[in-house]
Each structure stands twice: as C-alpha cells, then as structure tokens.
C-alpha cells in the first residue's frame, strides 16, 4: 500500500471518577475481588515465542499494604533464560524493523484501546493490589498514562518518519529512520505501570526489539501490560519480557555485543553503575549504546509572601503525600516565608493528620502502603532520626508499622538546618522537609534551592507576585526538567508536559515526546541522482 497515512489525533484519556454508584467503581471492586481471591498464580515472562515462567528459583509477589497476602510466584530469570530471549528478539528483529510503520502502530494503537476498554478493571486493580495505589492514581497511571503514551508517541513518530530533508536539481534527498543495530534493554520501575509498559514500547514502536526487565514489585501489572500486548498482536520476539531480579539479566545483556541501547527510570545508584559498566565494556558493542535514564529527585516546593495559602496547603499535601511520596516527581522539601507560615501552619498539619492511609480496596484512604520492606525501614529509620536530632522537629505524622502493610504515615518535618538530610537526601516517601525563612531572604532562599540538590527533576513556586514568579523561573531554570507554577510538582500529562529532569535526575530525554522517540532510530541519509553526471571534466578546467 502506498498510502501516505496519518495516526489517529491523539487526546489524552479521560479520567474516571470512581465515585459511588458509577459503573467504573463497580467494575473496579469486582476485578479487586477476583484478583485478590485467585492469588497467588505464576507471573511468567515472554521468551520470544514461549509464556513460560523463567529458570531460577522461586520469588514471592506479595501485596504491600497486606503483605502477608502473596499475589504471585515468580521464577528468576536466569543467564541462559536471557541468552534465549536475546537470541529470539535478534531473531526477530529482521522482520520487526522491515514492518511497514502503520502496522506496527496498528499495534500499539490497539493496545491502548484494550487498556482504556476490556483491560481498564483489570490492569488498575492489578496496579492497586500490587503496587499500593489508591483507585486515582491507578486510574491515572496503568489506564490513563499508558494510554497516553503509546496513542501521543504513534503521532510523534509519524511526525518524526514525515521530518525530510530539502531536496535540490536533479537530485532526491532522503531520510531513512532506522532502528538501533541490535537491542534496547528496558528496566523499568515498580511505582508506574504507565513507564513499565512505555520504555518498553516506545523502541520497539520505533523498529527495535526489546529485553524489557520489570521490577519485580511490579510484576503482577506488568504481566497484565504483556497480555496486552500479545492480544494487540505484537510478533513474538519483538518485546521479551523477563521475571525476577535483574543482576542475572543485566549480567547477559549489558556484556552482549548487539546491545545497542538503554531505556531506563529507577535509582540514580543503579543508572550511573549501568553507565559505568557500558564504559567498562565499550570495546565490545558493535555500536554506541544509545542510554536514556529517568532517575532520582529531591523535588522542591518554594512559596513567596505573596503565595495564596490554600493553593499552597494543596500542592504541599498532594504533591508529598499522593502514592505516598514514591513518586520521582513527589515533594520532599520546602521553603516557606514565615508570614505564610504563619498562616498556613496550622491548616497544613491538620489536612496531613487527616489523610485517611489504609488498605487501597478500602476507597476512602487517600494513599496506603509503602511497596515493601526496604522502602519501610528506610523511611522508619529517616523519622527516628528526625526525632533525635536538636535542629529538627516533628509536627504531624511520625508513626509507622508493619504489622500488617507498610505503613508509614505522611510526616511532616520542620528544621532550621538547610544542611540537614531533610533537605538533601532522596527518601522516596511520604516525608516533607520544612524550612521557614525570613520574608526578605525570597532570592537567597532561591539560590540556595539550586545549588543544594545534585538532582534537578522536578520543582513547583507559589507565588501571585509576577515578579517574584520571574525570580524563581530565571534562578531555578537548571534546577528543575518540569517547573510548575502555583501547582503541585507532580503530575505530568503526556502530551501536555513532557518529562524528564538533569543533573542526577537523568538524561531529560522527555518520555512520551518526540524527544524522546528519536533516540531510537538511527538516520541514514539517502541521496538519488535523477540525472547522474556524465562527464569526468569540472567547467573550470576548461
């Protein structure tokens, strides 16, 4: 076919309630109850052609805010099983990367109205139970967000194949978008089912095949994300989807020659020990690896004298405590005029005491558990030694147990050390550092935001001062890939505010944007004679 076609407009999911008596909530309880009851079932990978569980021994799944509740066993995923799914996708890849675009759009298209329709109960409950989340942030992470990114990125990448170079007399120019020569290896997180179904697919939407290692507490969802998939019908071998820990596998694909490039979002420890590994083996690859990593953040919010209180209680409260805190994105810290202080002090601390936190079938908690064991013990041992330090007091939350979930309350932190770890260490929970600052210290305060943080993902100032709104755009530009004004500092929307930060925070290849896709593809330039010179002789040498 020689149509020259265009992708469907993209538009971003709508949101669903969940509020009492709608359909969506009904439907929503009733996956919970099935998923819940049919536990625990064996969560397999994909090995090209094959479903099957992987090699090594047995893992457990288990639900974070009941973890004595196993969802799923997973079987590791060993050398040999990584050395068979490299060898299928590579396999595979001929045929993948000679697919005609719109039917490999066709594909990841489908799967988006899978999500949003037959799959929608399914894949949130399976993000609730298996990740912690409340029906909101389901809704807009495994549905909504996953959606929204493979429908944007088949519009992105058509603009992309559509990008050509001028042509001149009797000459035809041309670019050919090539997939990278070998595999990209996807690793991807546990706090978002949207970004483990996108680093995987946004490569492979683009020609290439793709070993794609999920986290482990985030494996429940993701099977769901490669039932998809395959339903949608991706050729086997295109996206291998391996279980378990991910030493094992990054043992295989991170030494093999044909790795070709990296999709990455997780801790900036484990990026950079990736980065540095690549380096180490450089000689190796038969290309440059292309590397791409989303990382960590100590994500700010600055309010000025002139901030509304009630805008700034909600970006306090939300953007810390939402998923509680275990978002990239999420607020950890914050400087606040003591005239708004003033103000605010007391509405704050009584909206954090008052945040319902409980199990996520439970639809009137605000946010639940944290995602396991090591999440809890680094957040419990953070407030114990809040509560032992003399320049740092706690005024609301502070309490945790794991009796029977891992549940850390959201905890607010004043200190009057801008040193102290409240304001620099990355905790990865519901843990917002305070710090109250004199009015007339708004730009040393500023600086101070930008030079105190190796990370620079994501930041918010509340402010109506026009002015004062100016300062902190100018002195934080390089402190932030996702600025919000008078807003919380999470909550991109594909299509709306493409993501992605600096510094330590990662490559700012903006998921789920043009950006983005291009580091996929390889360009090869391609010129045509249309009438080929004939003669040896330039005219000057007449």
């Known amino acids: 076919m020689d149509a020259i076609t265009a992708v469907p407009l993209p538009k971003n999911e709508p949101v669903y309630s969940y509020a009492p008596g709608t359909k969506e909530r009904a439907d929503l309880q009733a996956a919970l109850d099935c998923a819940y009851n049919c536990a625990p079932i064996e969560l397999t990978g994909t090995f090209g052609a094959q479903r099957r569980p992987g090699s090594g021994h047995e893992l457990k ?26 060898n299928a996708a590579l396999a595979a890849a001929p045929d993948w990367a000679n697919t005609p675009y719109d039917d490999r759009a066709a594909i990841f298209l489908r799967a988006a109205e899978l999500i949003t329709g037959p799959y929608r109960a399914k894949i949130n409950a399976a993000t609730m139970l298996g990740q912690a989340k409340t029906p909101q942030q389901a809704e807009i992470d495994s549905a ?43 690793i991807t997180p546990f706090n978002f089912t949207a970004i483990a179904g996108n680093l995987p697919a946004a490569p492979a939407l683009m020609g290439n095949v793709v070993i794609w290692k999920p986290a482990l507490t985030q494996q429940f969802a993701a099977s769901v994300v490669a039932d998809i998939f395959i339903e949608a019908g991706l050729p086997a071998g295109v996206i291998n989807m391996l279980p378990g820990h991910g030493a094992e596998v990054s043992e295989v694909a991170l030494a093999h020659e044909a790795l070709a490039g990296i999709h990455f979002t997780g801790s900036t420890r484990v990026f950079q020990n990736i980065w540095g590994e690549i380096g180490a083996n450089i000689h190796r690859y038969r290309s440059y690896p292309r590397l791409v990593g989303e990382t960590g953040g100590k994500d700010f919010v600055v309010a000025h004298s002139s901030a509304d209180p009630k805008a700034l209680v909600t970006a306090l409260v939300r953007g810390s405590f939402e998923y509680s805190g275990q978002k990239c994105s999420a607020s950890s810290r914050s400087y606040i005029p003591k005239s708004v202080w003033g103000v605010i002090k ?19 908690n605000f946010t639940s558990a944290l995602i396991d064991n090591r999440a809890y013990a680094k957040l419990s ?21 794991d009796s029977v979930g891992w549940y850390v309350r959201p905890t607010l932190v004043t200190s009057t050390n801008l040193a102290n770890d409240i304001f620099t260490t990355e905790f990865f929970g519901p843990l917002l550092g305070v ?15 930008d030079s105190t943080s190796r990370y620079a993902l994501t930041g918010s100032i509340i402010a109506n001062d026009r002015s004062a709104i100016k300062t902190a755009e100018i002195g934080l530009r390089n402190a932030a890939g996702n600025f919000y004004i008078n807003d919380k500092s999470t909550g991109a929307v594909v299509g709306q505010q493409p993501f992605g930060g600096g510094r330590a925070s990662g490559t700012n290849d903006k998921a789920g944007s043009v950006w983005n896709l291009i580091r996929w593809v390889s360009p090869r330039s ?16 007449a």
């Open 346 to 364: 007391d509405d704050l601390i009584a909206a954090t005491e008052g945040l319902a936190v409980g199990d996520v079938r439970d639809f009137k």
């Open 381 to 401: 041992a953070a407030i114990e030694k809040a509560k032992s330090e003399p320049d740092t007091q706690i005024i609301a939350g502070g309490t945790y147990d």
């Open 144 to 186: 909504c967000e996953l959606a929204d990114f493979l429908r944007f990125n088949s519009a992105y990448a058509r603009q992309i194949y559509a990008d050509q170079p001028e042509n001149s007399a009797t000459v035809w120019n041309r670019l050919d978008y090539r997939p990278l020569d070998g595999f990209v290896y996807a």
């Open 435 to 449: 710090y109250v600052y004199e009015d007339s210290q708004y730009e040393d305060i500023i600086r101070h935001i």
């Open 526 to 541: 391609i010129k045509e004679a249309l009438l080929p010179p004939k003669t040896v002789d330039y005219p000057h040498m």
């Open 61 to 86: 799944v288990t639900m974070p805010s009941e973890h004595a509740h196993i969802l799923g066993t997973v079987h590791q995923a060993t050398a040999a099983d990584t050395t068979a799914a490299v």
